[in-house]
């Protein structure tokens, strides 16, 4: 995980760090950026941390490792609801762009 810390940042902590949730402002645009795991309790947290942002908001996944189908699903909808999706790696982008009623494998975490 990065070890950088910004003033506004949010970070999700459960037992050991899974994900870290970096938000800021980009001139017009709310920039949350995630690094690690978007799965379990972390989805909550990410949830609450970019809670009230007016938009425009982008959501920058460069750093973004893996994802569980619920993390996926909520980045469907945050991008179904017009926030912008940047910088995902290829296998994650490949399952945000699976159609959702495709069955998932059990247990299926992007990018493990």
């Given at each position: ?8 940042t949010r ?12 938000v800021?402002d980009?001139?017009?645009v ?9 799965a379990g ?10 809670q ?18 619920t993390?996926?699903a ?9 926030e ?7 296998l994650i982008?490949?399952?945000?762009d ?6 998932p ?8």
């Open positions: 995980m990065s070890s950088r810390v910004q003033p506004g970070i999700a902590v459960s037992g050991r760090m899974d994900l870290w949730i970096g800021r980009r001139g017009e709310r920039e949350i950026c995630l690094e690690g795991r978007l309790e972390a989805i909550a947290e990410f949830e609450r941390a970019s009230g942002l007016e938009p425009p908001i982008r959501i920058d996944l460069r750093q973004l490792l893996s994802a569980d189908d993390g996926l909520t980045l469907r909808a945050r991008q179904q609801a017009g912008e999706l940047v910088g995902a790696r290829p982008q490949h399952l945000l699976r159609p959702e009623e495709e069955p494998g059990e247990s299926n975490e992007a990018g493990r």
